[in-house]
């Protein structure tokens, strides 16, 4: 294995990215890089100053002065933790929106190829293995069938006390893989060098092993 290497995960909401890359970070001691929580927390900030989608100069202006970071496992917007804030059904509408504009993207990529230049990382996200770390030594995309993500999704905002039923959640997830897949920049589609784990009916356990084998080969 290289001294410095990068592992991409890629794939459509839910189907467990951020559990099995911080699980994976962790085994193998590098850093995870949640880059779908920086579309959250531009999101979340547009939303906040009231920026409409459309007006391109205030968008501009804002990304200027936004920074996001990654510290021991927290989301810092301008300074703020955010990891909470960011979370929410609205934000995730709020993300996939913004996620589908120029000049999100390319702020954010550029930081993200900053971020997987300097040291090894696992990065997750939906256009790593084809765009952000198109070199990356592994990339694996991780899928799950919709209803499979909804159920997850569900258990997971029902324990927050959130109040979506199922049919909303996976409604949402239909959606938002409509939005992502059909994008006109860096839409989500698996690399042609990604290794594909279909993760419908395992265990987090299962997958990360699964993985640490792909990388371990
Ligand atoms: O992985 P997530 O659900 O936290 O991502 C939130 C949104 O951000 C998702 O709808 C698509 C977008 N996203 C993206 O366009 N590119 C990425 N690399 C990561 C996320």
Redesign the pocket.
Known sequence: MKDIYRIAI?GP?GAG??TIAKAVAKALNIDYI???????AVGYKMDKKGIPFEECEALDAMLESTDIDFVGGDVILDGEVVNALIRTPEV?ML??QC?QLAPV?TKLVEI?RGMGQRKSVIM?????GTN?LKDAEYKIFLTASAEERANRRFKELQEKGENQTYEEVLEDIKQ?DH??MT?EL?P?RKADDAIEVDTTGMGIDEVVAAVLDIVNK
């Open positions: 890629d909401s990215k951020s949640d880059t779908g929580a920086m579309y959250r995730s993300a996939s996620s993207r993200q997750d996200g939906r256009d790593i952000v938002r939005n992502d994008r860096n989500l």
